[in-house]
């Protein structure tokens, strides 16, 4: 199947890879909200919320937390924007949950975005070492 986060998960397209286990890849979104902005991706193909297999939600909620921790220690950042599109929403067609970092006063708006740091800064307070 031709999906791009497919080929992420399996290494055929590089990713600034943020965490990784068995079940998910954590990644920085190309084109971010802002700054710091992840995207939690279930390995196996899946296309949504309706679609996904019980247990492995359960598991990406555990991630998701993980990936709150790190955020709100490593950027830091002071608030977190978690959402997760479906339907005509939903550009690319694998399950995947955006965890947005958010700031003090950001004023942040979803077509704009806010992006203080750029994406390779940002990795490098992100990457594990
Ligand atoms: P959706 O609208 O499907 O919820 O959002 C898809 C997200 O995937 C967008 O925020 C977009 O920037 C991101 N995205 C699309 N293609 C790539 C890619 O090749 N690499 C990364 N890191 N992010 C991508
Ligand atoms: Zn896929």
Do not use: W
Not at 10 to 22: F, L, Q, R, T, W
Not at 48 to 76: Q, S
Not at 102 to 114: A, C, H, S, T
């Amino acid at each position: 199947m031709d999906c791009i986060f497919c080929k992420i998960a399996n290494g055929e397209i590089p990713s600034k890879k943020i965490y990784e286990d068995d079940v998910v890849i954590v990644f920085l979104d190309i084109n971010p909200i802002s700054s710091g902005h992840m995207l939690v991706v279930p390995k196996d193909h899946t296309l949504d919320l309706e679609t996904i297999d019980d247990e492995v939600l359960i598991h990406i909620n555990k991630v998701i937390r993980k990936m709150m921790k790190l955020a709100y220690e490593k950027i830091p950042c002071d608030g977190i924007t978690i959402c997760q599109n479906n339907g005509t929403a939903q550009e690319v067609k694998h399950y995947h949950v955006h965890l947005i970092p958010r700031y003090k006063n950001d004023k942040l708006n979803f077509v704009d975005g806010i992006k203080d740091l750029d994406v390779d800064q940002i990795y490098e307070k992100l990457k594990q070492n």
